[in-house]
Structure formats: C-alpha cells, structure tokens
C-alpha cells in the first residue's frame, strides 16, 4: 500500500511559478516510479511527467513545455513538479501517482493515486 499526498496547488497568476509536491508514504513506496497527471474540467486525465524510483530517468508528455520539470528526494520520498511562467492552458487538478513499472507513462501504469490539488491561473 502506497499513499500519497499533493501539496501546493492554488490560484496563481499568468507567469508566475509554482512548485507542487507529493509525499509519498508507506513500507513499499520507494520501490515505486512517481508521476504527475492533470486534468482540466470537461477534459480526460492526462500525463504531465514521471520519475523513476531512483529518480534517474524522467519522461514528459507529448504537450508539456519546457516549463515544467519532474524532481525527486529520495531521502524525503516526495516527488516535485516545478511549473514556470504558468499559463491559463495549465488550470486542472493535478494528482500525484505510483506505479510499479521503470517509467509509466500511461494511466493503467500507475496503481496508486492521491486526491489531487487543484492550480487554477485565471485568464
């Protein structure tokens, strides 16, 4: 059983920076990759980026700009997603997410989900 614990989401303005983390918990979680999803209302989840278990590989979806960048402390066992230069484009609720296999990038990679924190950049 993993769990797992978004933080620092909120309503940012267009071109600010935010950092959102995930803590992750329990006896087997550091065996686990980390990834970031995000979904936007009216809109299917998709991938944002993962990080192996030792955090040396990351992927990032097919949309995701250079702006945004996966992390991972290992001694912490929590996962960060650094945004920059936010755009409206990027509202949604963002959940955290583990998975089993070396980098998962799909959503039936992942087993465990956190409740998700929502960032919202107004227009």
């Known amino acids: 059983q993993v769990q797992l614990v978004e933080s620092g989401g909120g309503s940012v303005q267009a071109g600010a920076s935010l950092r959102l983390s995930c803590a992750a918990s329990g006896p087997t979680s550091s065996n686990y990759a980390l990834g970031w999803f995000r979904q936007a209302p009216g809109k299917e989840r998709e991938f944002v980026a993962a990080?192996?278990?030792?955090?040396?590989?990351?992927r990032y979806g097919d949309f995701v700009p250079g702006r945004f960048s996966i992390s991972r402390d290992i001694a912490k066992n929590t996962v960060y997603l650094q945004m920059n230069s936010v755009e409206p484009e990027d509202t949604a609720v963002y959940y955290c997410?583990?998975?089993?296999?070396?980098?998962?990038?799909?959503?039936?990679?992942?087993?465990?989900w956190g409740q998700g924190t929502q960032v919202t950049v107004p227009s």
């Open positions: 997410a583990a998975g089993r296999t070396l980098i998962p990038t799909t959503l039936t990679d992942y087993e465990y």
């Open positions: 990080i192996s278990r030792a955090g040396g590989i990351t």
